[in-house]
């Protein structure tokens, strides 16, 4: 599976924007997806995830009532919507996949990582 993210860019505060994750492979409707981000200076963490049909999602504290993820298996594409963007949010944004849910829950080993897109957020 390889994974392609896309839609950073240079946003206001209390701006929106919206990442996509687009994935090849047969088997990305099968696995858990979600999105983590590095800020300059800091460790990678992790941002939201959602199951492999879209029943359950979970969300960083820092961006919950925020971020919205969801999935479309047809297009192979896991969507971020980030609204009410803030400065604190600036950081290169990863979309992961896994087989469990774990790896986003827990921690543990993403299965496939794609190249990240940046997100800058001026006040």
């Known amino acids: 599976v390889q994974l392609q993210a896309s839609g950073g860019g240079l946003v206001q505060a209390g701006g929106s924007l919206r990442l996509s994750c687009a994935a090849s492979?047969?088997?990305?409707?099968?696995?858990?997806v979600g999105w983590f981000r590095q800020a300059p200076g800091r460790e990678r963490e992790f941002v939201a995830f959602?199951?492999?049909?879209?029943?359950?999602?979970d969300y960083a504290d820092s961006v919950k009532g925020r971020f919205t993820i969801s999935r479309d298996n047809a297009k192979n594409t896991v969507y971020l919507q980030m609204n009410s963007l803030k400065p604190e949010d600036t950081a290169v944004y990863f979309c992961a996949a896994a087989i469990t849910p774990r790896p986003f829950l827990a921690g543990g080993d993403i299965n496939y990582w794609g190249k990240g897109t940046e997100v800058t957020v001026s006040s």
């Open positions: 492979g047969r088997t990305f409707s099968s696995l858990a």
């Open positions: 959602i199951s492999w049909g879209g029943g359950s999602a």
